[in-house]
């Protein structure tokens, strides 16, 4: 089937009236979840797998979930700029430079380009998943175990590269995920492994335990102990359209954040979060005026909220060809194929034209559909802000246990989820970045496995991850950013030694701030 | 200043309480549940009181939904009412590799209302005989009915150059290269039937382990290992669109499902396994009268036209089988299992 063949077949499906109304639902909840701190695609996906159960299409109930994931990135926005409060995880940089501006007043214009970046940066990140995954699937049945070994090394090393304040604390964070990975059944034999003859820890951490404890608990848990200051600006919201010299200003920024978006969601590992970030601190290199950045620049909104919503269009890919799902909210997509007997992998775009092509139209539709939301209805978002912060945080920590608990119906996910909740305080409190953690833990089996496997496969030499070209190439750029990355930190080092104030570089700067707490405590 | 550090402490105890009081809570309810059953167990009270079942019935799908047990579950749930007046719930409990679902069924109250589906898998007659598991496959559970059995299907790929298992042997033997086969897990049935024709036939087939059947299949298309093989559901599409090239299926006689795919035995290889054989049984100590009553509706579901229609979609065979008869096939398969282990000297590093 070609590419317009399928999309014509794809829109006859995602236009039927159920599908529609689904997509719409979707959209809508991922709007609203969006808006509210604490609640974030991942653990709502997750609530809903249960409803997706009952649906009679796997492609209607894709269309659904997959439309809460990218209606998140658009609703997002909304609590970043109106509360300084990230509504999900991507949406934190949109915080620094969108709250700045509605403090000035601006509050309209930042929601408006963060609404129109977004609806452009989606269509183009469409387009892209249409055009590029299906040679791609193609060709992923030449990845073997050494391929897949060095994909997801690579990925999982840009992770730490591009979000952290720190390598080595990114490093350390991104072990510990491996380790947390690491108990449990071994997934390759089966035989048990650092459970401490705890029943409830034979199956390993809950993957969205672990993120709703580390992003949605610790998340709550830092916030309150800081003083609560996140006054919504309502009051000043203004105009939602941006003005034509707003416009002007960001049009780069929106298809730069577009492309670096669909870039990094494409790798397994990249997701919106990591897209996001990347894309500030490129907008910020790019800038003729880096010094507004942080005080309310319009691009440093625009950038990277277009960012956001290209790479979840783009972070399909992986899943759809590969099977390897890129980022928390996708393994939770991918585990509602499964449970519609369907299998993502290399085979999915053939076997399952009608899911492939269908989700990808509702894609195009949904996005049209958002702008709808986001554009003339963010007044009535808003209101959903007015609940006081004392009230929220507890409703939020009491949907996050609700949902662990419902996963496996099991008390003993509700004292890990604490656990992990406690680790995300701390990690905030020490300035870790929390990004890397998850993504190391979802991918450590991968990499586990696939090193194993190839070793198998050789009779124990390495030589296999050189042999072969592709994983010889992937392993080639691993080697290249290492070095690159080593060069950076000289480079930074001898700058430090000249001038004291400047300790990690440019491109880190914006993360650190980040990390030590601009975004949440109002201070800053 | 004063007021907002008064809401702040406000706000971190709620917090604090509400997670306690949910925890505690939920704490509360499962001891009662996990207490219940062992205060009734020597009784088996509950079924004998009236007419049974008076209600639902719960399935647990010791896996996580959209697997080949899941949905033979599926299958019997959509047939189940028309041969009995209380419908059944399917409940997936996956966690450890199905084991967790299995302890849930073992501590269960033998009443009838909790069964579990998928009696017979590797988790039962072949992982326990490798590693410690918190059940004893055959004093824990009373088989009910077995419904099916999924052999498995030894593929190449569909480029490969291998006709016949001969073949395959036979270019082993005199290029002395080792064979790398796909198999789904170290404790599944390929691992087995793998390891078993490489004890038989002399060569070396280095098995590697996946995380499921899907990812070896994956691999084994895209020609990364030679060999390889998986259950009917898992290879049926692959060998339909001409990827997959059957060889052999690993039964003493063939699949029903896979008539023209002849035996290994009838290749000139004297090895078999039994297969992942999927059964339903309920915990220890289940009252006679119900197990026979579930076992007389499994048996008119096994001759539902629909639900033979569904299992050909699956490409599961209907191979039922009655309580007795089931349990002493049971033990005929686990000791058969146990010997190969032991001959084949498999264990998990």
């Avoid at chain 1, 990140?125 to 070994?149: C, N, Q, T």
């Avoid at chain 2, 410690?132 to 077995?146: E, G, Q, S």
Wanted: glycine share 12%.
């Amino acid at each position: 089937m070609g590419i317009f063949e399928g999309l014509i077949n794809g829109f006859s499906i995602a236009l039927q009236g159920y599908n529609l109304i689904f997509a719409f639902v979707g959209c809508l909840l991922g709007t609203a979840i969006g808006v509210l701190p604490g609640l974030g695609p991942a653990a709502t996906i997750s609530l809903l797998l249960p409803v997706v159960y009952k649906m009679s299409s796997p492609a209607t109930s894709i269309i659904f979930l997959a439309g809460i994931y990218y209606g998140s990135m658009y609703g997002g926005s909304t609590t970043s700029i109106l509360l300084n409060l990230p509504g999900e995880a991507a949406s934190v940089v949109t915080a620094i430079d969108g709250y700045k501006m509605a403090l000035k007043g601006r509050a309209g214009a930042a929601l408006g380009i963060a609404a129109i970046g977004s609806f452009i940066a989606g269509t183009i990140g469409v387009i892209g998943l249409s055009f590029v995954a299906p040679p791609l699937a193609e060709f992923a049945l030449r990845f073997g175990p050494p391929e897949y070994f060095a994909l997801t090394l690579v990925g999982l090393l840009l992770a730490v590269f591009l979000s952290g304040s720190s390598i080595v604390k990114g490093l350390i964070t991104l072990l510990i995920g491996l380790l947390l990975a690491s108990v449990g059944l071994d997934p390759m034999t089966g035989k048990v492994r650092f459970t401490g003859g705890i029943i409830g820890l034979q199956s390993g951490f809950d993957f969205v335990t672990l993120a709703m404890g580390v992003f949605g608990i610790g998340e709550i848990l830092y916030t309150l102990e800081q003083s609560l200051k996140g006054e919504i600006v309502t009051t000043k919201i203004g105009n939602v359209f941006p003005t034509i010299k707003d416009f002007i200003e960001a049009k780069w920024a929106i298809i730069r954040g577009s492309l670096i978006g669909f870039i990094v969601g494409i790798l397994p590992g990249g997701g919106a979060v990591v897209a996001s970030l990347a894309s500030y601190a490129v907008e910020k290199k790019c800038s003729k005026k880096p010094e507004e950045f942080g005080q309310g620049a319009i691009c440093g909104v625009a950038g990277p909220e277009s960012a956001n919503n290209a790479a979840s269009s783009a972070s399909f890919i992986p899943l759809l060809t590969l099977g390897i799902p890129a980022n928390a909210s996708i393994a939770m997509i991918f585990a509602a194929l499964l449970i519609q007997g369907v299998t993502p992998g290399p085979f999915l775009v053939k076997e399952h034209a009608d899911v492939f092509w269908g989700v990808i139209a509702s894609m195009y539709i949904g996005n049209l559909m958002l702008l709808a939301l986001n554009l003339p209805l963010v007044g009535i978002w808003v209101q959903l802000l007015k609940v006081p912060f004392g009230i929220l945080a507890p409703a939020v920590v009491l949907f996050t246990c609700v949902g662990v608990y419902s996963i496996a119906n099991d008390t003993f996910s509700i004292y890990t989820l604490l656990f992990f909740g406690l680790l995300g305080y701390f990690m905030r409190k020490l300035e870790f970045e929390p990004g890397p953690l998850p993504l190391a833990f979802v991918l450590a089996p991968i990499i586990e496995n696939s090193l194993r496997q190839s070793l198998l496969m050789s009779g124990g030499s390495m030589a296999i991850f050189f042999t072969r070209p592709i994983a010889a190439t992937l392993f080639g750029i691993f080697i290249a950013l290492v070095i690159a990355q080593g060069l950076q930190s000289l480079r930074r080092r001898k700058r430090s030694e000249v001038s004291p104030e400047i300790t990690t570089g440019e491109f880190n700067t914006a993360f650190v701030k980040l990390s030590t707490g601009n975004k949440l405590n109002g201070k800053g | 200043m004063y007021r907002k550090k008064a809401w702040r402490i406000l706000g971190l105890l709620m917090v604090a309480l509400l997670v306690l009081l949910i925890a505690g809570g939920c704490g509360g309810k499962s001891a009662t549940q996990n207490n219940a059953p062992s205060q009734e167990k020597k009784e088996g009270t509950a079924a004998t009181s009236g007419k049974y079942p008076e209600k639902p019935i719960t399935i647990i799908v010791p896996y996580a939904a959209g697997g080949s047990t899941d949905a033979l579950a599926r299958a019997i749930e959509k047939v189940w009412t028309k041969y009995s007046p209380q419908p059944v719930m399917i409940v997936n409990k996956p966690g450890a590799g199905g084991v967790e679902g299995r302890e849930f069924v073992k501590t269960s109250k033998p009443d009838g209302y909790t069964l579990m589906i998928g009696y017979g898998s590797g988790e039962d007659l072949i992982g326990p005989q490798l590693q410690k598991v918190p059940y004893d496959p055959l004093k824990d559970f009373t088989p009910i009915a077995r419904m099916s059995i999924h052999s498995t299907i030894i593929c190449v790929p569909g480029n490969s150059q291998f006709k016949s298992m001969q073949e395959l042997i036979n270019w082993a033997k005199t290029s002395k290269q080792p064979v790398t086969a796909s198999v789904s897990t170290a404790t599944g049935n390929v691992n087995i039937t793998m390891r078993g024709i490489g004890k038989v036939t002399g060569i070396n087939i280095v098995p590697i382990p996946h995380q499921g059947g899907a990812q070896a299949i994956t691999d084994l298309i895209g020609g990364h290992t030679i060999v390889g093989g998986g259950s009917g559901n898992e290879v049926a599409p692959h060998i339909q669109a001409g990827r997959l090239r059957p060889l052999a299926v690993d039964l003493p006689e063939r699949d029903p499902a896979f008539p023209d795919v002849p035996t290994l035995k009838e290749q000139g290889i004297n090895f078999y396994s039994w297969g992942s054989v999927k059964g339903i049984a309920a915990p220890a100590g289940t009252p006679k009268e119900v197990v026979d009553y579930l076992a007389g509706v499994l048996k008119k579901v096994s001759e539902d036209p629909e639900f033979k229609e569904s299992m050909k979609n699956l490409y599961q065979p209907i191979l039922y089988m009655g309580p007795e008869e089931y349990q002493k096939f049971f033990k005929e398969a686990y000791d058969y299992f146990g010997k190969l282990i032991k001959d084949l000297n498999i264990t998990l590093q």
